[in-house]
């Protein structure tokens, strides 16, 4: 049996990945951007750490009403609401409606009792014959071909395929909606743009105030691509210390596992 297959040669000296994991802990070098997202999120939900994150981004909440808030990471609200609907003539019925009243430009879509036919008006993969598929099912390439003068359609399949990474409820109608970036900056392509997209979404929710926050790793660059006032773009050092040049953590760390801190002193490829 094969081990260590994988080695490096340099001069006289013979590297193994695990050799080279002896010399680098995994929190020195790690750039995944969910990770980071995990982190903050355990942060946010230890007491008096929330209050401090919307202080230091400058957002206004009711202190009061602070208890009440949730957060949520890997928000994918629209898929479970879906989902909770069940299946069966009732709950056919209740998307039917989600969707014509949310596409009232389109026309020719089938009646509500026709649920092979309502699939394949919009493309679903794998078309049901008994349950109204949800959007995120529908076909890009055939949404594309069909509905090319209504980008609005493949807008809403986006808002239930797009997971914003964390998303804090501050009240029923105000919300907080943080996109977590490294070395990337915002997810755009020809015809989806990541942050209207997650605008979209909290929209669908009825959450009237909503403040979109975008972390990451410098705070130029990303501006060159997203040039929207309605976003606040910040680097992580902010997030996590109180002063840029790490001096003070902003958030209590002394209940933290031992990688934690030493993450967030020692990560190269986040500070450096």
């Known amino acids: 049996m094969l081990t260590n297959q994988f080695k490096l040669t340099i001069g006289t000296e013979k590297l193994t990945f695990e050799s080279l994991r002896k010399k680098r ?26 209050e401090k994150c919307l202080d230091s981004l400058k957002i ?34 209740k998307k039917y409606n989600l969707i014509t009243s949310n ?49 609005e359609v493949k807008d809403f399949k986006h808002c239930f395929n797009a997971k914003p990474d964390l998303v804090i409820h501050l009240s029923p109608t105000k919300a907080v909606c943080i996109e977590t970036k490294l070395e990337s ?45 309605d976003m606040i773009i910040i680097n992580w050092r902010k997030i996590f210390f109180k002063e840029e040049n790490k001096i003070s953590p902003r958030f209590e760390t002394t209940s933290q596992p031992n990688f934690i801190n030493d993450w967030l002193a020692n990560n190269t490829t986040i500070w450096e």
């Open 25 to 50: 802990p995994y929190y020195q070098i790690n750039r995944e951007e969910r990770n980071l997202a995990a982190i903050l999120y355990h942060f946010l939900l230890l007491p008096g750490n929330l």
């Open 103 to 151: 596409l009232p430009s389109i026309n020719g879509i089938p009646e509500r009792s026709k649920i092979f036919e309502i699939n394949t008006f919009f493309g679903a993969v794998n078309t049901s014959k008994t349950d109204i598929q949800i959007p995120s099912r529908w076909s890009n390439n055939y949404l594309q071909e069909k509905f090319a003068k209504y980008p």
């Open 185 to 229: 900056g915002e997810g755009r392509k020809k015809d989806y743009s990541q942050f209207e997209t997650q605008k979209k979404i909290m929209e669908l929710l009825g959450f009237t105030e909503v403040k979109h926050i975008l972390i990451q790793k410098e705070d130029a660059d990303t501006q060159k691509m997203l040039n929207n006032k």
């Open 60 to 93: 206004d909440f009711d202190r009061g009403e602070l208890p009440k808030a949730e957060i949520y990471y890997e928000y994918a609200y629209l898929r479970d609401l879906w989902n909770n609907l069940g299946t069966g003539e009732e709950a056919n019925n």
